[in-house]
């Protein structure tokens, strides 16, 4: 038993639109000219490390009469010289001489989950978790990082898309206690604000006008820090301020503040991979599974408080895995 997270396949429209956006990044990829990170995990291992954690993070749902988006996430993260994989992003990277170019998918935290619809969306159709493909790129600037990263949705959601560019200052990522301040620009173009912010006209009602946000700009602070406990062990976390346009903002459905804030506290464990001795292949690995969704949140679900799999989305994932262990 365990938490799944699940998703309908998107249509063929859709799955031959991010073929063509994955090949003509890969083009960009293999030119060394195109990709990016505004991940808040990169750094906090060593190049080529991997680690085990976990996670929590804590952000006001913008929607009127929601409570406060609470998640709990396992974290695993890998990093080779080609390829990285984290709990909600993976990619492709190249590093050459200050740049790091990036092809990657990750995970979009907005939305609600069908068993906890805000007060305000209530009867509207429901804005679900979200997944895109992006590519960007980074390069060492001063005493920090600045990187472009280029992402739409491959969830057949919103099909929407967002240019996102940040600076991420270094000088004090070192020692025992490193801590780096951000700032982000982001344009969000009117698909992606209109579908999680926007009211169809078959949606509305007389407290609840039909409208639509249009495409605006976001901008975010906030500051990332990690203290090191031991060799191996150290503990993370973030807090951010994201001031949403002013489309948003108006909203109907939507708390009309000018500042969100959200904070992330974490624990990571690292290590290097041993490879395997001279002569000898690390042997590899298969399994088969199957699990269908619940309304319970992981942690309810992983002490055995909660075993109902009766969910208003009905959904459910099989897959075969194979591979080796690090």
């Known amino acids: 038993m365990g938490s799944v997270i699940s998703a309908r396949l998107p249509s ?13 990044a890969a083009v960009c ?10 991940d808040p995990l990169t750094g906090l291992l060593a190049p080529g490390d991997a680690g085990v954690g976990m996670q929590f993070r804590f952000e006001p749902s913008p929607y009127i009469g929601a409570d406060t988006n609470t998640d709990f996430l396992p974290l695993a993260t ?5 390829f990285y994989l984290q709990t909600y992003r993976a990619g492709l990277k190249l590093d050459r001489g200050g740049w790091r170019n990036e092809l990657f998918i990750r995970r979009r935290f ?19 978790v979200g997944a895109d493909v992006g590519i960007g790129t980074e390069h060492d600037w001063g005493n920090g990082a600045a990187w472009v990263e280029l992402l739409t949705d491959a969830s057949d959601n ?11 200052y270094e000088a004090f990522w070192n020692g025992r206690l490193r801590w780096r301040p951000y700032l982000t620009l982001s344009y969000r173009n009117a698909k992606l604000n209109n579908y999680y912010y926007g009211v169809q006209p078959d949606e509305a009602t007389p407290e609840r006008p039909a409208y639509q946000p249009g495409g605006g700009f976001n901008l975010e602070a ?44 974490g624990l990571m ?29 992981l942690f309810p679900i992983i002490t055995l408080q909660c075993t109902s799999t009766n969910t208003q989305d009905n959904t459910g994932v099989a897959a075969f895995e194979i591979g080796q262990t690090l």
């Open 12 to 24: 063929k429209r859709t799955m031959l639109r991010n073929l063509c956006i994955s090949a003509a």
């Open 29 to 38: 990829l293999a030119a060394g000219e195109v990709s990016a990170n505004g």
């Open 78 to 82: 890998y990093d080779s010289e080609y």
């Open 110 to 128: 907005e939305g609600f989950a069908s068993n906890k619809v805000p007060e305000s969306m209530t009867g509207m159709a429901k804005r679900s």
């Open 158 to 168: 919103s099909h929407g898309s967002e240019l996102r560019l940040g600076y991420r």
């Open 222 to 265: 906030g500051v990332q820090l990690t203290y090191r406990l031991t060799e191996r062990w150290q503990v993370f976390g973030g807090v951010s301020l994201l001031a949403p346009s002013s489309g948003v903002r108006d909203s109907p459905v939507v708390e009309d503040t000018a500042i969100v804030p959200s904070v992330t506290i």
């Open 269 to 297: 464990y690292g290590f290097t991979p041993d490879k395997a001795p001279a002569g000898e292949r690390k042997p590899l690995i298969m399994r088969a599974y199957y699990g269908k969704s619940s309304e319970c949140d």
